[in-house]
């Protein structure tokens, strides 16, 4: 492997470490009521967020992977669109995960909530993903299926409240 090669990879690794932390906080920035729902429906049976999210992430993947075959300027993309949406909504929960586990982390001198919060708890969440072996192919992929589980959850839980 060549120097540029490891460069490369180095610094893919290196922006995709900086662009989850950015984009939770964006949107949270956008949607704060939703990633506040979200926040405190995060810490409360995650195993059923777990199994809402799973049959999503399955069901995008395979039509995902269906609609791949498509010819090519249709299927390309009804496939980027398609995984750039879903993402955006698993980290809409997402963000409600790392919200509530910048909470726990909160040191009592930082009394009001407020960004500090979303950033303690991205950067451990996005650390964690930099773990090799573990954190790529089980951490990452758990988060995301979470992600989807508490942003139907949250979804259903403000119609059920309304």
């Not at 662009?19 to 506040?36: E, M």
């Amino acid at each position: 492997m060549l120097l540029a090669d490891t460069m490369a990879v180095v610094f893919s690794v290196l922006g995709v470490c900086l662009t989850f932390p950015a984009f939770w906080l964006l949107l949270y920035g956008l949607f704060p009521r939703l990633v506040s729902s979200a926040a405190e429906l995060a810490p409360i049976r995650r195993w059923l967020a777990f199994l809402i999210g799973l049959p999503i992430v399955v069901t995008i993947t395979v039509v995902a992977g269906l609609a791949s075959k498509l010819p090519e300027p249709v299927g390309g993309l009804f496939v980027i669109a398609l995984i750039s949406v879903s993402l955006t909504l698993a980290n809409l929960g997402l963000s409600g995960l790392v919200l509530e586990l910048g909470r726990r982390l909160r040191n009592s001198a930082w009394q009001p909530e407020s960004a500090k919060d979303m950033l303690t708890g991205s950067f451990v969440l996005v650390l964690s993903f930099v773990l090799p072996v573990v954190g790529w192919f089980f951490l990452l992929p758990v988060a995301i299926t979470l992600g989807f589980g508490i942003f139907v959850r949250t979804l259903f839980m403000k119609k059920a409240k309304a």
